[in-house]
């Protein structure tokens, strides 16, 4: 690049004539210390060098040229037998990936277009494109075994850059490691680059080392995660990065994580950077008497190699998730992952965290968490379509192909609270807490479904447009009816489904339910397995006239519970001349977050409530509750009127009204039943006209939940017979008895 041509502070490739040499070198260079970042290349050749890591000579003189003087120059050894041999190994070819390729299509560019442009897909740019080459070729051409050692060294490289051999038939693992690791904890990435890495053949043990050199370009920028981030997992091998083969083999990143854990340490450092004060001093003061401004900042240094430590390690709790997805009396089984970036071995299991009574033989080994970076998709995936297509079209699809994390199995003893986990390499241990819920998915109950939605005409039931139309006569439902939002659903006198093998009925669409007094509409479950009749976020108000619910049980499909046999959410629904009868669930009939009117209709013989209202409005007229196992009527946060309404034998109360609900009764009947009626936290009844028989209590007023407060009865007009206490008013709460004020104790 043109920072080593700026001025006249050119850089220099030294060869020396015939057999002479110079400081022990016969090949070096020569080049502004500016271009590699000052001290700081100079301290990662030492580092290299303590480690025994090859590493060519780096140090700085003052050049002349020619009689005149060109000040400071860092001088760099070149690639040859002599930095081999100085460092203790055998001569053996030093190889590389040719720059040729990219350096052509660069000058292409520019001459085309005037731009370096390196967003073209040009094939020379790329490293598998790129020629194998020695140094000192024309010398390793003369030697049969050198010769025989480069198209070794050749093949080993090939190997790499193709993934077709694991990582330790090829590599010294060692060196690599401690190679990644001083880049990582030095901030020093500019080496890795794939046309600047170098390597060593060791022709003893027939494999390639690293040659550490040329880790800075004159500006300096700063790294905020780890090269082995997502180590492990294939997920990374996305990235187009030369060393995805690297960080795919546990012996090398279990080796990486050590001496990074060791290099990235304050006392190493500190006692590295101690072993050289002097120097650097002396360095410091001599590169300053050219570049007046410059400034060794050795804290800068250990800022940053603490940077990598704090990624180097995980955190109790939350970088490692364990869910329970059953259990037994002895056995949890789990499904666990890993969020740290480095992978992790789970160890053992215990009773809490600072008990392992556990340790596995097996360790399960979970790859580093590779994030799915949703922003870059979006960019991908855009494409010149518009961002309604992309999230319709190209963002679902991105997402499967990259889900974030993956799960995997593991048996623990009943007993065990906590799991015990090291990052790869490293010795200190960490705990993370068994949750007692299942592990997410790419699910819900909803959405099953919905895959399964298929309207299209049939023996039950006509399609036309948006129209669906229920025919007349009896109908065996087999397979669950799901119509989506944007339809009219139209029932016809004497239609009857028999819903059967937990098949359901749910409609985003109002329903539109036209029976007659002779010829009612029969929604019912033969097996009683019907998954009920349910309304959700329907717009527009339904219509029931003469509709029959019989024998229904209520949604149950894959954690998606409700409690209605009949169920309308945030649909409202006028309801006449129908009846709900002998539900298997909780309620016969559950409205929520709706409006709604019912006349002239019938709820018996339930499993537990009658009708269910939360959070609603709503007008009850001449309605009959029978023999409801719990409560007749059950409100909750609404406004309700009722009249004219008959309840007999319900197994609790025949009119319950809590969570700050305003209701209002004109005239009722209730005999046979536990309670009359109830009412609790915040609420208010006020009762116009009512008949009381055989009850065990008339009125009760009490507070349930703390974080509401009593309630008020307000009673005009009774009648009571049978009653074996009229009224019982807890704290808080008051009772209006006609003129009696009765106040809880």
Request: proline letters at 3%; charged letters at 25%; hydrophobic letters at 35%.
């Amino acid at each position: 690049w043109l920072d080593h041509l700026e001025g006249d502070k050119w850089s220099f490739r030294v060869k020396t004539k015939g057999e002479q040499v110079w400081n022990r070198m016969r090949y070096f260079s020569f080049h502004t210390p500016k271009a590699r970042a000052f001290l700081l290349e100079w301290l990662l050749h030492k580092f290299f060098e303590k480690e025994d890591v090859l590493t060519p000579k780096y140090e700085f003189v003052i050049l002349k040229l020619n009689g005149k003087n060109l000040g400071i120059y860092a001088c760099e050894e070149h690639f040859d037998k002599v930095l081999v041999e100085r460092q203790k190994r055998r001569e053996g070819p030093i190889i590389r990936y040719s720059e040729d390729g990219f350096w052509a299509a660069i000058k292409r560019n520019t001459q085309q277009y005037g731009s370096m442009d390196f967003n073209l897909e040009q094939a020379t740019r790329k490293p598998e494109a790129s020629e194998i080459r020695p140094f000192q070729d024309a010398k390793i051409v003369k030697s049969p075994n050198l010769k025989d050692q480069f198209e070794n060294a050749q093949n080993l490289l090939y190997q790499y850059k193709y993934g077709i051999r694991n990582a330790e038939e090829i590599f010294n693992i060692e060196q690599m490691a401690k190679f990644y690791a001083i880049c990582d904890a030095m901030n020093a990435y500019h080496g890795l680059a794939w046309h600047n890495q170098r390597f060593y053949y060791n022709p003893v043990t027939v494999k390639l080392e690293p040659v550490g050199f040329d880790g800075f370009g004159t500006v300096v920028s700063r790294h905020d995660k780890l090269l082995g981030a997502g180590a492990l997992n294939l997920k990374r091998l996305d990235d187009e990065k030369i060393d995805n083969l690297l960080f795919i083999n546990k012996k090398f990143v279990e080796r990486y994580a050590y001496y990074l854990s060791k290099y990235s340490s304050r006392s190493y450092l500190q006692g590295f950077l101690a072993g050289h004060v002097e120097e650097l001093k002396r360095l410091e003061e001599l590169i300053k008497s050219e570049f007046k401004d410059y400034q060794f900042k050795g804290d800068d240094l250990m800022v940053y190699a603490q940077r990598m430590y704090a990624l180097l390690l995980p955190f109790n709790n939350l970088s490692l998730r364990a869910h329970t997805q059953s259990s037994t009396e002895n056995t949890r089984k789990l499904k666990i992952a890993s969020f740290h970036s480095l992978p992790v071995e789970v160890i053992g299991a215990g009773p809490t965290e600072q008990l392992m009574t556990d340790t596995f033989v097996n360790r399960p080994l979970l790859e580093g968490f590779v994030p799915r970076k949703v922003q870059a998709l979006i960019e991908k995936s855009l494409q010149g379509d518009t961002v309604t297509d992309v999230r319709s079209k190209h963002i679902w699809e991105a997402h499967n192909d990259q889900l974030p994390v993956s799960f995997y199995d593991l048996d623990v003893r009943s007993s065990d609270k906590y799991l015990f986990f090291q990052v790869l390499g490293i010795d200190s241990v960490y705990h993370s807490q068994i949750l007692d819920w299942q592990m997410p998915e790419d699910f819900s109950a909803a959405q099953d479904l919905a895959k399964d939605i298929k309207l299209a005409s049939n023996e039950v039931y006509n399609l036309s447009e948006k129209l669906v139309y229920f025919k007349k006569g009896k109908h065996n439902i087999s397979e669950s009816i799901i119509i989506p939002e944007g339809y009219h659903v139209i029932f016809s006198e004497g239609v009857e489904l028999d819903f059967v093998n937990q098949t359901k009925f749910i409609s985003y669409s109002p329903v539109f339910m036209n029976g007659s007094e002779n010829e009612p509409i029969k929604i019912h479950s033969s097996d009683q397995t019907g998954n009920g009749f349910t309304l959700i976020e329907a717009e527009g108000e339904s219509d029931l006239r003469y509709v029959i619910f019989e024998n229904l049980n209520t949604l149950n499909h894959k954690g998606w519970n409700l409690t209605g046999a009949v169920t309308f959410y945030e649909s409202d629904v006028a309801i006449n001349h129908c009846v709900f009868r002998d539900n298997h669930c909780e309620d016969a009939l559950n409205i929520i977050r709706s409006e709604f009117s019912m006349n002239n209709s019938t709820v018996s013989n339930t499993f537990s409530d009658g009708f269910d209202a939360d959070f609603c409005k709503g007008y009850i007229n001449n309605t009959r509750f029978q023999n409801t196992a719990n409560d007749a009527m059950d409100f909750s946060g609404s406004n309700i009127l009722i009249q004219k309404c008959f309840v007999d034998a319900a197994g609790d109360k025949g009119v319950s009204v809590g969570e700050d609900t305003d209701a209002s009764i004109f005239s009722i009947d209730i005999k046979n039943s536990n309670i009359g009626v109830a009412a609790k936290d915040l609420s208010v009844l006020i009762i116009e006209n009512i008949t009381l028989k055989n009850c065990q209590q008339g009125f009760v007023a009490y507070q349930k939940k703390p974080e509401y407060g009593g309630s008020n009865i307000v009673v005009q007009n009774y009648w009571a017979s049978d009653i074996r206490r009229l009224h019982n008013i807890r704290e808080k709460c008051v009772l209006q008895l006609k003129d009696q004020i009765i106040k809880g104790q």
